[in-house]
Structure formats: C-alpha cells, structure tokens
C-alpha cells in the first residue's frame, strides 16, 4: 500500500525540547523557559511543564522579524515610556 503522505518526512518541522534549544542558542535551560514564560519566544506547551521550540520561530522572534513578538515589545517600551521608568527588552 501506498504513503497517502508521500513527503511527510520533508515537510514535517522540527521541535526541540528547552534543554536541546538551550544547548543550540548556548543559555541554560532556564533561560529558555523564562523567555518561553514572558511571551520573548514563542513555545508549543504540551503539558504545564513540556515545551517544545520550533527552532526557526524562534530564530525569528529572537531577531526582530516576529511581528508578533515586536509588538509586545513595542507595547511594553510605550508602557515604559509612559511611566518614566527606563525598560531592558
């Protein structure tokens, strides 16, 4: 019998656990889940405490180029502003 899904392996994407994407962008496992918490990269959460990354979602978020992401940075700078106290995204 025939694959109904010829390319499956070609077109399914890659998620990585906390301690693989942490391993790949050289921070500790907790810094991946505390960026994955303030909303800095995006995550597909399994269970409360199982996360997978999608390495090239977060690359991009990590860069700038998740509009997204940039919003909420936008959003918390304005907030910043506002207040006159100084923000570290």
Same mark, same amino acid.
Do not use: W
């Given at each position: 019998?025939?694959? @109904?899904?010829? /390319? !499956?392996? +070609?077109? &399914?994407?890659?998620?990585? *656990?906390? !301690? $693989?994407? %942490? +391993? #790949?962008? $050289?921070?500790? +496992?907790? *810094?991946? =889940? !505390?960026? %994955? &918490?303030?909303?800095?990269?995006?995550? #597909? &959460?399994? *269970?409360?405490?199982?996360? &997978?990354? /999608?390495?090239?979602?977060?690359? =991009?978020?990590?860069?700038?180029?998740?509009? /997204?992401? !940039?919003?909420?940075? =936008? $959003?918390?700078? +304005? %907030? @910043?502003?506002?207040?006159? $106290?100084?923000?570290?995204?």
């Amino acid at each position: 019998m025939k694959d @109904a899904h010829p /390319n !499956r392996e +070609e077109s &399914r994407e890659e998620f990585l *656990t906390a !301690r $693989q994407l %942490a +391993e #790949v962008l $050289q921070v500790s +496992e907790s *810094t991946v =889940r !505390r960026l %994955a &918490r303030e909303g800095r990269i995006p995550c #597909v &959460r399994l *269970t409360t405490r199982l996360l &997978r990354f /999608n390495l090239k979602a977060v690359y =991009r978020s990590l860069d700038g180029s998740d509009t /997204n992401t !940039r919003s909420k940075r =936008r $959003q918390a700078e +304005e %907030a @910043a502003h506002d207040d006159g $106290q100084l923000s570290f995204l």
